[in-house]
């Protein structure tokens, strides 16, 4: 019984311990990929500043399209319901209008969908792109929004991650303090057992 009561201890002991180093390491590593994800935001943000300037004709069409709403406009076959029902699945101006994502709609087939798709080709077609227009302010703006959330939630995580690594050596170190003291007392026990068979 000593015996067993022995092996138990050294068993909890290799389990909870290694379980613990596990969570240790585990966060650790995040940690350092968040720390290198954090680092690497100021490349990140100019490599998208300068993706949009490269893509000033594309944004330059799609906020041209995005002043054409549905619902303001008499399309064949496309009524107040299914204008409703458009704008419930994000399809609201000539920029949302694709086909895929029109056929997702629910009263939408390939009939109602080409007629969807034909008013948003007549309306690309009156777009005209001005190479001297600099970046849309709304790009920018939503770009700079998209990289302070990104960097407030690695600035988070990484100020609180010290203070979790702490947390998780601390539980390692009570655990490990309560194990070596049961491990003290059955290693006790089990001496006392063995001199007392060896006395028989």
Same mark, same amino acid.
């Given at each position: 019984?000593?015996? &067993? ?26 940690? #350092?990929? *968040? ?8 490349? +990140? ?18 906020? $041209?399209?995005?002043? $054409?709403?549905? =619902? ?8 107040? %319901? @299914?204008?409703?029902?458009?704008? %419930? ?18 009263? $939408?087939?390939?009939?109602? !969908?080409?007629?969807?798709?034909? +008013? ?20 920018? /703006? ?7 959330? +990104? *960097? ?6 990484? %100020?609180?991650?010290? &203070? ?5 050596? %601390? @539980?390692? !170190?009570? *655990?490990? !303090? ?8 059955? /290693?006790? #026990?089990?001496? =006392? ?6 006395? @028989?």
């Amino acid at each position: 019984m000593a015996q &067993q009561a022995l092996t138990n201890v050294r068993q909890r002991w290799e389990r909870d311990v290694a379980t613990l180093e596990g969570a240790f390491a585990e966060k650790r590593r995040d940690l #350092e990929l *968040r720390k290198t994800e954090y680092q690497g935001l100021p490349a +990140w943000y100019q490599q998208q500043r300068t993706k949009l300037n490269a893509e000033r004709e594309a944004l330059q069409r799609r906020h $041209f399209l995005e002043q $054409f709403f549905i =619902q303001r406009h008499r399309i064949t076959g496309i009524g107040p %319901s @299914l204008t409703a029902t458009l704008a %419930s699945y994000g399809v609201e101006t000539a920029a949302d209008v694709t086909f895929a994502k029109v056929m997702a709609v629910p009263g $939408f087939g390939p009939t109602r !969908t080409k007629v969807l798709m034909a +008013w948003r080709a007549g309306l690309e077609q009156r777009f005209r792109f001005n190479p001297n227009q600099a970046v849309d302010p709304r790009d920018i /703006t939503a770009l700079d929004q998209r990289h302070a959330a +990104w *960097r407030n939630d690695l600035e988070r995580v990484l %100020s609180s991650g010290a &203070q979790e690594l702490q947390k998780i050596r %601390s @539980l390692a !170190t009570q *655990r490990q !303090t309560a194990l070596l003291a049961e491990l003290q007392t059955v /290693t006790d #026990e089990f001496a =006392q057992a063995k001199a007392d068979f060896a006395a @028989l």
